[in-house]
Antibody, heavy 124, light 107 residues
Framework: EVRLVESGGGLVQPGGCLRLSCAASGFTFSDHYIDWVRQAPGKGLEWVARSRDKRNGYSTEYAASVKGRFTISRDESKDSVYLQMNSLKTEDTAVYYC???????????????WGQGTLVTVSS | DIQMTQSPSSLSASVGDRVTITCRASQGISSWLAWYQQKPEKAPKSLIYAASNLQSGVPSRFSGSGSGTDFTLTISSLQPEDIATYYCQQYDSFPLTFGGGTRVEIK
């Protein structure tokens, strides 16, 4: 069974930092892209960052709103993806989900599994 | 960036009704469109990929169509468990973008 479990959310002051974790199980971790998607309270979904698979060197992409402040990374030994969030702003307040991109022989794939999310609140 | 526009933003329908949600992309995305269902206080769930393909385990009353810029999600016979917000998402190019969501309620 595919599982994605986020952790690390909490309350942080503006300008502070936080590291989120996404622990994966039930599939070959290195074969899949893993993304972070966030949802501000009462709002829609916003894509945040991507970590590609091992074949693509775990290369990364970021939304403009977080580029230079957030860093996505992986630990193969722990089947985990991380989101290091620095210089946090009040507008970063959201539930953060990690999501697995489905894979195959083509180039375009959607998300097929999502974690349950972890809440990050940026407030003084 | 590709803008995704969903309509309506909310709807109310009776059990058994046919429900249609539309999603329009600001530029062509071929068929690289997904639909997700999000029930209150829950994580999104994947419903449809490549515009018209059902994810495994999704009831057949859900269907998707379209290509290019105009897409549709249809629920052929609305059930009480379909109460949720539905989002479209393009995965043609970065940044990945979602529609604003359509909230479906029972009348």
């Amino acid at each position: 069974e595919v599982r994605l479990v986020e952790s690390g959310g909490g309350l942080v002051q503006p300008g502070g930092c936080l590291r989120l974790s996404c622990a994966a199980s039930g599939f070959t971790f290195s074969d899949h892209y893993i993304d972070w998607v966030r949802q501000a309270p009462g709002k829609g979904l916003e894509w945040v960052a991507r970590s590609r698979d091992k074949r693509n060197g775990y290369s990364t992409e970021y939304a403009a709103s977080v580029k230079g402040r957030f860093t996505i990374s992986r630990d193969e030994s722990k089947d985990s993806v991380y989101l290091q969030m620095n210089s946090l702003k009040t507008e970063d307040t959201a539930v953060y989900y990690c999501a697995r991109r489905s894979s195959g022989s083509g180039s375009y794939y959607p998300f097929d599994y999502w974690g349950q999310g972890t809440l990050v609140t940026v407030s003084s | 960036d590709i803008q995704m526009t969903q309509s309506p933003s909310s709807l109310s329908a009776s059990v058994g009704d046919r429900v249609t949600i539309t999603c329009r992309a600001s530029q062509g995305i071929s068929s690289w469109l997904a639909w997700y269902q999000q029930k209150p206080e829950k994580a999104p769930k994947s419903l449809i990929y490549a515009a018209s393909n059902l994810q495994s385990g999704v009831p057949s009353r859900f269907s998707g169509s379209g290509s290019g810029t105009d897409f549709t999600l249809t629920i052929s016979s609305l059930q009480p468990e379909d109460i949720a917000t539905y989002y479209c998402q393009q995965y043609d190019s970065f940044p990945l973008t979602f529609g604003g969501g359509t909230r479906v309620e029972i009348k």
